[in-house]
């Protein structure tokens, strides 16, 4: 495989992947009883979010490239 088509590959997946997770339709950033905000929660939702869409492209690239041979 060339280049391009490696990079095109990897748009395609990441797009793909991205289409067929749900994500959540909202974060929430909590308040604590001292008027603290912690954006842990906020940052892990967005972070497992983004995560969960890179395991799911980057096994269907390797998966592509395993059968391109």
Do not use: C, W
Request: hydrophobic share 40%.
């Amino acid at each position: 495989m060339t280049e391009k088509q490696i990079e095109q590959m990897v748009k395609e997946n990441f797009e793909k992947a991205f289409k067929e997770s749900e994500h959540p339709k909202k974060f929430f950033i909590t308040e604590n009883g001292r008027g603290v905000v912690d954006g842990g929660d906020l940052y892990n939702a967005v972070l497992k979010d983004a995560l969960d869409v890179m395991q799911v492209a980057v096994a269907n690239i390797l998966k592509n490239l395993a059968t391109s041979k």
